[in-house]
């Protein structure tokens, strides 16, 4: 068919219009835009219609939107929209996402389309009035219109993600762009966050409510918890107090008892000569012994006897004698003895090399073999997390103005995996 009205069976002036038939119809003839077709031609001529709603004042319109995390695994939300309906009468239901138009260039990877079932409040799986989907992947919205009763229905929306990988991210426009045409993208970004607001779900007033409850709740543990640890921190500060005067108390007692217990010698006492103690002169001269006295070497075997008056030279112990290494300068400097074989697992095999043995030797490049480059650690690939955010809103208009809509989202994720539709469950992963 070409451009302008249709031309053939039962068009404007054809064979098979009659008297009877214009009046049936209330048809006139003309060039108006408006013609008769018969069923199998337009079968024949169309695969998809679209048709269009015009509302005047008797029609009101509500409207609530939400933002979705969409799954890779398709499926229904666990979130549906719950509608009142009070008066009997044609109902339509609009399922819309947020029109790219307006923000082209910053709509992302991600494209939807969208499809809802419409069903009575609690309606068991599969009973549901309508079955809603768009012609084609990727639709702006999708509707439907019915006379309901009065009533609560359930509108569950389900919202099919696809991802085009080479489209860039809304960062890398923002990035090219910002140089280029900061005014266009200040316009477009304005826009995106004007209708990405949409998705800003406002509280009801009991989940205000319960959202301050829950504030002053966590305020009032919070100030426990920190008046508890004040309490504590006190405690601590005055035990430590305590505990501090008690010691000086206690060294101050000691020091004033001190020379109770010691009592210096008299002249008489310092006139007598003790047998059972070395001679005096003899243990003064202990600490210069090592430095001005040549030390006497008895052997290893050899036992030695502290005798009145005479102070051992060398302990009775067996230790070697201090070993020396030359320096870069010539002279001795003594070497720690090593360390006793239970200090690295009862062996010298085990543990750091001992001092005695001086600083480790060269070490040449056949003994370790080739000297390989450092090896830099693989770079990982940057791989792109499903991240799909479906800003969704759903539009009701009504003959009669007490329509009202109401989000209903799971409270937990065991209720929102009990959602099922048509046999296809929405866990929680799907919100």
């Known amino acids: 068919m070409g451009m302008g009205e249709w031309n ?31 069923y199998d031609d337009l079968c024949k001529r169309f695969d998809l219609l679209d048709r269009t709603r015009l509302f005047d004042n008797e029609w009101t319109v509500v409207q609530s939107w939400t933002s979705v995390s969409v799954a890779w695994v398709t499926g229904y939300l666990n979130i549906k929209f719950v509608v009142e309906i009070k ?8 399922l819309s996402q947020l029109d790219e138009r307006y923000f082209r260039g910053l709509e992302g990877k991600y494209s939807f389309d969208l499809h809802f079932v419409l069903q009575e409040e609690g309606a068991p799986s599969g ?3 309508v079955r809603a989907r768009g012609a084609w992947f990727g639709n702006r919205s999708v509707s439907a219109e019915v006379t309901l009763q009065p009533g609560k229905y359930e509108i569950v929306p ?53 959202k301050e409850d829950e504030k002053q709740a966590a305020e009032e543990k919070q100030k426990k918890e920190k008046e ?42 310092n006139l007598k000569p003790d047998s059972h103690q070395p001679n005096q002169e003899a243990a003064k001269g202990t600490t210069a012994v090592d430095t001005q ?16 008056g005479e102070i051992p ?32 697992g009862d062996s010298y095999a085990f543990g750091p090399p001992s001092p005695i043995l001086g600083p480790p030797g060269p070490v040449f490049a056949d003994d370790i073999g080739p000297v390989l480059p450092p090896v830099a650690p693989p770079v990982q690939q940057d791989v792109k997390k499903w991240n799909a955010i479906c800003v969704l809103g759903l539009r009701v208009c009504s003959q009669h103005p007490d329509v009202s809509i109401k989000l209903m989202k799971p409270k937990d994720a065991e209720e929102g995996a009990l959602l099922d539709v048509d046999g296809a469950q929405a866990g929680a992963t799907m919100a």
């Open 8 to 38: 053939g069976a039962w068009s404007d002036g054809s064979k098979e219009w009659n008297a009877y038939w214009l009046e049936k119809l209330d048809h006139r003839f003309g060039n108006d835009g408006l013609f008769w077709m018969s």
């Open 87 to 94: 008066k009997a009468g044609p109902t339509v239901f609009v």
């Open 127 to 129: 009973d549901h009035i």
């Open 158 to 210: 389900k919202v099919v993600a696809k991802r085009y990988s080479e489209v860039p991210d809304v960062y890398e426009v923002v990035t090219k762009v910002a140089d280029r045409n900061p005014q266009k993208l200040r316009q477009i970004g304005m826009n995106y966050d004007i209708a990405n607001a949409k998705g800003i779900v406002q509280l009801s007033t009991e989940d205000k409510k319960k």
């Open 228 to 269: 508890e640890a004040d309490k504590e921190r006190a405690e601590f500060e005055l035990w430590k107090k305590e505990k501090r005067e008690r010691e000086e108390k206690e060294k101050a007692e000691k020091e004033k008892g001190g020379p109770e217990e010691t009592k210096p010698n008299t002249k008489e006492d």
């Open 293 to 308: 006295q040549p030390v006497k070497d008895v052997g290893p075997n050899k036992d030695e006897e502290t005798t009145s």
């Open 313 to 344: 030279l060398r302990p009775k112990a067996d230790v070697p004698p201090p070993v020396t290494s030359p320096t870069a300068s010539g002279s001795a400097l003594p070497l720690l003895p090593p360390p006793p074989p239970s200090a690295h």
